[in-house]
């Protein structure tokens, strides 16, 4: 049930199914009360779709203001081509059943078929250290040549050096972005994200009409959700530094949960102004000395 947007003598072609699908999912988020987390619970239960919901809780009435979201949503693939996928999908990732709250539907652009590879998440601090730069680089130099694919957050710092290490060797990234698929966070990073688009993988589970219209302090929460999928899609996180309060823990946390390998470069531990990389190593983490431990843990699975 994937839907794109094809253009036709300047107007949008959509395959009506999961047209009507996009509708009822933004709709469903756009209701007061309303969280990524909810929704999966709805949607899980006996595995309906959005537009059954709707029908469930509507019956032959139209959902109140839905006609606004649907214009919306005409404007949006008129003005870029993007794709979606529906959890009932055969495209779906089933990396992402694994997740606490699986999303029932994520925006896309570029090669889909980079979820089936293998991936690995390098994250970590927005304002890296300059020992955290090299550490990054040769990082994602080193797993790139080994035929990972590299998924990152597109944020400043560690997200942005090991994508942009990746993409310089000639290797595949998946950026999976916090902010719906149109739009760049930061801003600095509009050509980085651009080109991962086009000859890579970027994702978002962020919907379009709900994010235009809640306030800017509510939209911090997309941010675990997204560390939540990136640990998700990936056989393997490693974190490269990070403070007591980074949102790179929320990832840790989540590969903690989904049953996914959880890296921390020996640096964090020789760090004494942070504890939690030992709290995580009591819960399964492994501490990485060199590359090979890295490698040599991920061909055991």
């Given at each position: 049930m994937s839907l794109t947007a094809n253009f036709l003598g300047g107007k949008a072609v959509l395959p009506p199914s999961p047209y009507k699908e996009l509708i009822a999912y933004e709709y469903l988020c756009s209701r007061d009360g309303s969280t990524l987390k909810r929704l999966a619970e709805k949607l899980s239960y006996k595995g309906r779709l959005p537009s059954e919901v709707l029908r469930d809780e509507y019956g032959l009435f139209e959902p109140p203001n839905i006609k606004e979201i649907e214009t919306y949503?005409?404007?949006?693939?008129?003005?870029?081509?993007?794709?979606?996928?529906?959890?009932?999908?055969?495209?779906?990732?089933?990396?992402?059943?694994?997740?606490?709250?699986?999303?029932?539907?994520?925006?896309?652009?570029?090669?889909?078929g980079l979820l089936e590879l293998p991936l690995i998440s390098i994250v970590g601090n927005r304002n890296v250290s300059g020992e955290g730069r090299k550490r990054t680089k040769r990082l994602a130099s080193l797993l790139c040549q080994n035929d990972y694919v590299i998924v990152s957050g597109l944020a400043r710092g560690?997200?942005?050096?090991?994508?942009?290490?990746?993409?310089d060797?000639?290797?595949?990234?998946?950026?999976?972005?916090?902010?719906?698929?149109?739009?760049?966070?930061?801003?600095?990073?509009?050509?980085?994200?651009?080109?991962?688009?086009?000859?890579?993988?970027?994702?978002?589970?962020?919907?379009?009409?709900?994010?235009?219209?809640q306030s800017f302090s509510s939209k911090k929460f997309y941010?675990?959700?997204?560390?939540?999928?990136?640990?998700a899609?990936?056989?393997?996180?490693?974190i490269v530094e990070a403070s007591e309060t980074s949102g790179t823990l929320s990832q840790?946390?989540?590969?903690?949960?989904?049953?996914?390998?959880?890296?921390?470069?020996n640096s964090c531990f020789e760090n004494p102004n942070i504890t939690w990389p030992e709290r995580f190593q009591r819960q399964g983490a492994i501490r990485v000395y060199e590359i090979e431990d890295i490698l040599g843990e991920l061909k055991k699975t």
């Open positions: 949503l005409q404007e949006k693939v008129k003005t870029g081509k993007f794709s979606v996928i529906l959890k009932e999908d055969a495209q779906y990732p089933k990396r992402l059943l694994d997740a606490k709250y699986p999303i029932d539907l994520f925006y896309y652009r570029g090669d889909l560690v997200d942005t050096i090991a994508l942009k290490t990746t993409i060797e000639g290797k595949k990234v998946i950026g999976v972005i916090g902010t719906p698929i149109d739009e760049v966070y930061p801003r600095e990073n509009s050509f980085l994200q651009n080109k991962i688009a086009h000859e890579h993988l970027l994702i978002s589970q962020v919907p379009f009409f709900k994010y235009k219209h941010f675990p959700a997204r560390n939540a999928t990136m640990s899609i990936s056989q393997a996180t490693v840790a946390r989540a590969c903690i949960y989904q049953g996914r390998k959880l890296f921390i470069l």
